[in-house]
């Protein structure tokens, strides 16, 4: 494996922070304290290509490589994880499922207006009972003639208000536990399906998070996504991609946290000279540039083994996932202690990096999951 970017790839790096500090930079609190969802902005990340990173061009996507993705969410999280989350979940979750598992029908009639940004995708897979434990979902779907039925509730979905195709799982056959779990596409304007509560959040507040309810939601019986019953086993497939994505955000936050402690450690004085000239201080930025490298490999390495055509990356996906948000967390902690006093207000990034941090370590599998997830990879 060779870490080094290639030279279209620096240019990938360039282009996008060039466009998140010109685009995104200047809104970030803005957007943050009013909870905005920047719907005005995605057309600018439809014109970068941003949204259809990893999809082909025959279905109107950037056909880019998985270390692609890597770099576009890095750089986007380095200014706004928020925005970051916004791209990833809908690149790695929701139109992810629909172009690993869906018929070549389905994705000549969906994927593209999600590939070039018309729409957003939605992935409903966590419930009020369900969130660790996925298997125990609740949300029913019934065959009736040629419809399916669909009854229940998704919550913490991303898009769960913005979207214009949410991929949904229900129970088809309660009997068969996850194998009777299956996925289903539901448009945007479904009758019976509505979205329900927005989520006040602690971070990535202009990410829009809600709960979407299903009360006699019907689709077609075409709108089942994959094999029925397969719709688990395809879910967890699905995260092993997206956690990548995941970790490349948490690596992106956590570069975007150590710049602001170095910027703001260059500047600042006390006893008559910058705080960068302590030992204290430099130790803390040789300790945070140090894990922010490992995580980047570590990420990097998972990405690449996917772009090799690899059938899973279970294993790889979820080490990066677990140590770069872990660091991440480290980094945005230590990023308000170099501020001081300052770190502590909303006049610098220090504590937006310190409340956004936190979701890395529990979206898409929590750091118990993960460690559980590796465990059983080294067990078996």
């Known amino acids: 494996m060779d870490v080094r970017l290639t030279p279209d790839q620096q240019l990938l790096k360039r282009s996008v922070r060039e466009f998140a500090e010109s685009e995104i930079r200047p809104h970030v609190m803005e957007w943050d304290e009013a909870q905005h969802f920047p719907a005005e902005l995605v057309p600018r990340l439809a014109e970068q290509g941003l949204l259809g990173i990893q999809f082909p061009e025959r279905y109107g996507g950037a056909g880019m490589s998985a270390v692609d993705y890597c770099i576009c969410i890095e750089e986007l999280a380095r200014v706004d994880p928020g925005v970051a989350l916004l791209v990833a979940a809908h690149n790695g979750l929701g139109a992810a499922h629909l172009y690993l598992f869906g018929t070549d029908a389905q994705r000549e009639r969906f994927l593209p207006p999600l590939a070039r940004g018309e729409q ?38 991303t898009h769960g208000r913005e979207s214009g195709l949410m991929v949904a799982m229900a129970v088809t056959d309660r009997s068969r536990g996850s194998k009777g779990i299956s996925a289903f596409l539901v448009p945007r304007g479904t009758p ?146 170099i501020h001081g006093g300052y770190g502590f207000t909303k006049d610098y990034p220090a504590e937006k990096f310190f409340r956004d941090v936190k979701l890395v370590t529990i979206g898409e599998g929590t750091s118990e999951i993960q460690r559980l997830v590796i465990a059983r990879q080294l067990l078996a």
């Open 120 to 157: 957003l995708a939605a992935w409903g897979l966590t419930e009020p009972t369900a969130g660790s434990d996925a298997a125990g979902t609740r949300t029913t779907a019934v065959r009736e003639g040629d419809t399916w039925v669909l009854n229940g509730a998704k919550t913490f979905t």
């Open 192 to 337: 019976g399906m509505t979205p329900g509560k927005k989520e006040n959040k602690l971070g990535m507040r202009c990410s829009d998070t809600s709960e979407v309810v299903f009360e006699n939601c019907r689709v077609p019986a075409d709108h089942l996504l994959g094999v029925e019953g397969q719709g688990f086993v395809n879910a967890m497939q699905v995260l092993d991609a997206g956690r990548t994505g995941i970790a490349a955000l948490a690596v992106g936050l956590a570069q975007g946290a150590f710049e602001a402690a170095r910027t703001y450690a260059l500047e600042r004085r006390q006893f008559g000279q910058p705080i960068a000239s302590f030992q204290a201080i430099q130790w803390k930025l040789a300790d945070m540039a140090t894990r922010i490298e490992a995580a980047r490999l570590l990420t990097l390495r998972a990405a690449w083994l996917k772009d090799q055509d690899r059938p899973r990356t279970t294993r790889e996906s979820s080490m990066a996932k677990l140590f770069a948000s872990e660091v991440a967390v480290r980094a945005a902690d230590e990023c308000v202690q």
